[in-house]
């Protein structure tokens, strides 16, 4: 049985139920509900994921070592983009639910539903701690990634059109391919102007190649760049991310939906989620300082010491997408992308308060323009506000592939702020 990609059984099961709604439609007059978009992704073309797939055999070995589900499913199709870091978030998820640990399996997976730790009488060790700890921050991210790139829905063999839509918080996942609800000002505006999407590239590129001399020419004073930094930390909190909770529009589709409220079961406190780390008009806003408690230094050896070897898989997979890259940009070829990578990092960690001292925020400024950081505040704070518009309002001539690797970034750097925060606390406990 091939259990890593699609085989000539399953695209014959796929044109017996096109046929099949046909008949129900036509024939029987019934009405049967359509998938919004075909293949992994709503905002990425089901060709350039296929084709990815079809050239890198490496992703089917993948899939046969690592998937938990048994087959190519729509979160790996996408990743399988960029297979190095595939690899490493494979193996690392596999570890978490699968290998050995001192949750039991069970534990695990309920813990990546509900996101709950209770104190009572039947409190957990730490070894315990650390192992929740670490699906809760994965999971956290992992939606950061699922929303971003649009993942689809998988089918449900037990719905009969293969489709089991799950509402939360009155959003439904049919909303991230429509463009309703989106403030224009907030996706529209840029601290650049408006230009078409091939100057905006070249600009982009200039003001890279302008920084990366004025870095070798002179360095900031460090009052200057914590000065940089209180400024790009504050403004994030003005940075207004997607659509805010209320009921979507009512569509003919929905009368066709098959809603299911299977994770609601879970779900004590549905207004529970992002807030941000300090409330607006504060003068004095909480800072961690990245040198005090750092991943390699502090996070990595705690994490090992209580929950063996997963800090070597985690550490593999942050140094995996950081380093990540193909020296291009668009069309461009031969293009150092460091400078760009470790802005995407450093802005999602600057939005929890989190700083390098060795790091100019300036440059973040300069080459994050507005409604990238809307998409960014949007993708790791509120991952269920992302729409396609917005996917599509940032770097347009960007390939589909650089925005993955761009959400792969994100959701590492997400994952990794908020391990820092528990682990730190963690740390605190046994001193």
């Keep these: 049985m091939n259990r890593g990609g699609s085989s000539p059984s399953a695209a014959a099961s796929y044109l017996l139920c096109t046929n099949c709604r046909k008949v129900l439609r036509k024939d029987k007059r019934i009405r049967v509900s359509q998938p919004l978009t075909r293949g992994p992704s709503a905002f990425i ?46 193996r690392s998820q596999f570890y978490m639910l699968r290998m ?5 399996l069970p534990h695990r997976h309920y813990i990546a539903i509900m996101k709950l730790v209770k104190t009572g009488e039947n409190n957990w060790s730490l070894p315990e701690l650390v192992h929740a700890v670490v699906l809760l921050a994965h999971y956290h991210a992992l939606a950061s990634f699922v929303f971003g790139s649009g993942i689809n829905p998988e089918r449900d063999p037990e719905i009969s059109n293969g489709f089991r839509l799950i509402p939360v ?14 403030e224009n000002a907030s996706l529209t505006g840029s601290n650049f102007g408006i230009v078409d999407s091939l100057s905006e590239l070249e600009a982009l590129m200039e003001r890279m190649k302008r920084l990366q001399e004025e870095r070798e020419d002179e360095e900031a004073s460090q ?65 961690f300082r990245a040198q005090d408690y750092t991943w390699e230094n502090h996070g990595f050896s705690l994490v090992n010491r209580l929950y063996s070897d997963i800090g070597h898989l985690l550490d593999e ?43 100019d925020y300036g440059e973040v400024n300069q080459l994050l323009e ?46 990794q702020a908020e391990l820092l925060y528990a682990l730190r606390a963690i740390t605190r406990h046994l001193t």
């Design 223 to 287: 009052e200057e760049m914590t000065t940089r930094f209180e400024k790009e930390k504050k403004e994030s909190l003005f940075v207004v991310s997607g659509d805010t909770f209320h009921s979507f529009p009512h569509s003919d589709f929905e009368d066709d939906m098959i809603i299911t409220s299977d994770v609601s079961r879970y779900i004590e406190d549905p207004g529970f989620g992002y807030e941000d780390f300090a409330r607006r008009g504060e003068e004095h806003l909480p800072t």
């Design 169 to 182: 918080n009155n959003f439904c996942v049919c909303d991230l391919a429509n463009d309703n609800n989106i």
């Design 100 to 104: 050995d640990g001192p949750l039991p």
């Design 370 to 415: 507005r409604s990238l950081k809307v998409y960014i505040k949007t993708v790791t704070c509120y991952p269920e506000r992302t729409t396609k518009r917005m996917y599509d309002s940032y770097w347009r001539q960007f390939k589909h592939s650089e925005k993955v690797h761009v959400n792969l970034l994100l959701m590492e750097a997400r994952m």
């Design 317 to 359: 997979k942050f140094r995996m997408v950081y380093n990540l890259t193909y020296n291009t940009m668009a069309t461009h070829e031969d293009v150092d992308t460091t400078m760009l990578r470790r802005a995407l990092f450093n802005y999602v960690h600057c939005m929890f308060g989190i700083r390098y001292d060795d790091y």
């Design 45 to 90: 073309p089901e060709k350039e994921v296929v084709q990815a797939n079809t050239v890198d055999e490496r992703t089917n070995f993948l899939v046969e070592e690592y998937s938990t589900s048994g087959r190519l499913d729509n979160i790996t199709q996408v990743m399988s983009l960029h297979t190095q870091y595939l690899e490493s978030f494979l």
